[in-house]
Nanobody, 123 residues
Framework: QVQLVESGGGSVQTGGSLRLSCAVS????????AGWFRQVPGKEREGVAV????????YNSDSVKGRFTISRDNSKNTVYLQMNSLEPEDTAMYYC????????????????WGQGTQVTVSS
């Protein structure tokens, strides 16, 4: 089974930046998609950004507003989410996820999940 471990969350003031990291283990060639999601207690998990099948990226424009960048370092088996110009509305638990097959921003279609890392943005 693929294992994902997020890190890099924390507390930051409005306008600050954070970089989230997701260490991936148990990777196989069948792993085709990976992405970041976030969730506020009592709300549905929301897709933030994902890699497509061929290395392109898809962003949830309504969520990130052009402020976030997803990337990966295959040599380290690590996926990143660079978050700039953070706002209080970005406060959430952020999760890294992976799946085999087609990419999607729909959280329910991802089969592998990390434990999450908390991001808190204060005003």
């Amino acid at each position: 089974q693929v294992q994902l471990v997020e890190s890099g969350g924390g507390s930051v003031q409005t306008g600050g930046s954070l970089r989230l990291s997701c260490a991936v283990s148990g990777y196989t060639d069948g792993w085709m998609s990976a992405g970041w999601f976030r969730q506020v207690p009592g709300k549905e998990r929301e897709g933030v950004a994902v890699f497509d099948t061929y290395g392109g990226v898809t962003y949830n424009s309504d969520s990130v507003k052009g402020r976030f960048t997803i990337s990966r370092d295959n040599s380290k088996n690590t996926v990143y989410l660079q978050m700039n110009s953070l706002e209080p509305e970005d406060t959430a638990m952020y999760y890294c996820a992976a799946k085999k097959g087609e990419p999607t921003l729909e959280a329910g279609r991802f089969g592998y999940w990390g434990q999450g890392t908390q991001v808190t943005v204060s005003s």
